[in-house]
């Protein structure tokens, strides 16, 4: 039985009993509830994963969705021509991002912040807040200052032509998850992105991943 449905009906249970009897039943009735809550917790515990081996899952579930991602893109962008090095600026790499990221879209329509990140989310965070603690605040804050203020960010939305493209640390860049070509991490201000470079998107993102940091 439900945990809250037990203490409620027995509370209810209990008010109903005369005064005279209820200090008594009350003592059996309290002994009993703590008996089932330490089973409870002992139950939990012993399902529990270690901490390495929720790590590794969760860092796996972020792989895998990495790569499915990836291989939509693959398909999505078969029929599209492959830019060249002498096309930016000619319109061309334009019309191909364009495109891609329109297919995209469509084909995500209904993707959502933690689609991908997911229960890793956590994780990423960690690592980001050991750097701060393991650098000092004041090279932490020195290497955030070329991070570009927040701006509302959504999955699936462009990121912001006008936004310095700031990267990610070394030495955080070194502790996450590699990534297959095309997609980067990027900090807009508290946030973690994972962009798409060749169609400019935003992928997925952490919010408040990164520390306000002050010198």
């Known amino acids: 039985m439900n ?20 200090a008594g039943t009350v ?12 089973a409870s917790l002992t139950s939990v515990v012993a399902q ?3 901490t390495t081996a929720e790590r590794e899952t969760a860092l796996k579930g972020f792989s895998d969705r990495v790569n499915a991602y990836i291989t939509l893109k693959k398909k999505l962008q078969r ?10 600026g000619t319109g061309k790499a334009e019309v191909h ?5 329109s297919r995209l879209q469509i084909a995500r329509k209904d993707s959502g912040a933690g689609d991908v990140f997911g229960d890793a989310a956590p994780i ?38 006008k936004a310095a493209l700031a990267t990610v640390p070394p030495l955080i860049l070194v502790n996450l998850p590699r990534l297959p070509d095309g997609l ?4 807009m ?17 952490v919010s408040g991943a990164v520390p306000v940091l002050k010198p």
Not at 79 to 88: A, I, R, T, V, Y
Not at 189 to 204: E, F, P, Q, W
């Open 189 to 205: 201000g508290s946030d973690l992105i994972l962009r798409d470079r060749d169609a400019n998107l935003v992928v997925d993102f």
């Open 124 to 161: 990423f965070k960690r690592i980001i807040e050991r750097d701060t603690k393991t650098r000092g605040i004041h090279d932490a804050y020195a290497a955030m200052q070329e991070v570009p203020s927040k701006s509302p960010l959504m999955v699936n939305a462009a990121y912001p032509e």
């Open 97 to 101: 991002e364009d495109t891609l990221a």
């Open 3 to 22: 945990l809250y449905r037990y203490v409620t009906r027995l509370i209810s249970k209990l008010l109903a009993i005369p005064a005279i009897l209820r």
């Open 79 to 88: 029929d599209l021509p492959k830019p060249k090095p002498g096309d930016q």
């Open 27 to 38: 003592c059996v009735a309290i002994a009993a509830m703590l008996a089932m809550v330490s």
């Open 48 to 50: 529990e994963p270690s």
């Open 184 to 187: 980067e991490y990027r900090f």
